[in-house]
């Protein structure tokens, strides 16, 4: 595998997924997300402190730097190797998840990167994350809290993708499940102040925030 290509991927991965879309929206309406909310500069804070269209709108751009970064070295004109796409997918996918949680653009701080794992593996293991996706929903809707769901996406693609791999309908590669299974782990780890929340009850949900504005109202 040529060296520049594997530099080329890293590079470009990490400055497209440095790019902070939280930060940038929110102040554009008057907003620094860092001080409000859970000070986190990700979507579903953008959603509680601005709404759900500029959280909308960010969680689609935090999607879209996944996708680019892991999708763009498969491109024909690019004339990479076939054989070493999948590497070169992940690497520059994993790069964009590092430089959206540490940006060099706000001094190395950022969100938890669940945006934009989900538009990266969404590129390179469709099939897997629409599978996912569907866990997120079930858990998102029957318990309201994003970050419970998150978590439970999290943990259901490496299962996904062994399940889809076995019976023949999506053949893995080994950098991909790797990858998977390596996502799990950060995201449970970056959420392991909500998990301690959520088992003591405390973790806020969207479910809770809606009863409470009605209550003001």
Known sequence: MDLIDVIAAILAGYLLGALPFAV??????????????SGN??????????GKGPGNLVFFLDFLKGFIAA????????GTDPSHQALLSVLGLGAAVIGHSFSIFIKFRGGKGVA??????????????????TVWLATYFSKKIVSLASIALAISLPIWALFFDAIQLHEIQPPEYIFVTLIAILVVVRHKSNILKIIQGSEGSFDKA??????KK
Not at 24 to 37: M, P, S, T
Not at 41 to 50: D, L
Not at 71 to 78: A, G, K, S
Not at 210 to 215: P, Q
């Open 24 to 37: 940038i929206v929110a102040k554009r309406l008057g907003v620094d997300i860092f001080k409000k909310g």
């Open 41 to 50: 500069p990700g979507a579903t804070n953008v959603t509680r402190v601005c």
């Open 71 to 78: 999708t763009w070295v498969r491109l024909d004109f690019i």
């Open 116 to 133: 934009t794992t989900v538009g990266g593996i969404f590129g390179i293991m469709p099939i897997v994350m629409l599978a996912g996706i």
């Open 210 to 215: 809606e009863k409470k504005n009605s209550i």
